[in-house]
């Protein structure tokens, strides 16, 4: 099926418009992911550390 020439071009602007809205979303719900990581491995470390120096008697 051969599709005009100006129906294509709205197409591929509709897309890049779509593309341009969910991309900042996505950003931001993959930031918000990857810092939770980062916290866990972070208070991982504390409890590590906190173990080395005190024992694990006093830290649980």
Excluded: N
């Amino acid at each position: 099926m051969l599709v005009p020439l100006e129906a294509q071009e709205v197409r591929a602007q509709v897309r890049t418009v779509a593309e341009k809205e969910v991309a900042p979303r996505a950003a931001i719900y993959r930031d918000s992911k990857i810092g939770e990581i980062y916290e866990g491995t972070y208070e991982i470390q504390k409890r590590v550390i906190a173990r080395q120096i005190f024992g694990r008697d006093m830290t649980g």
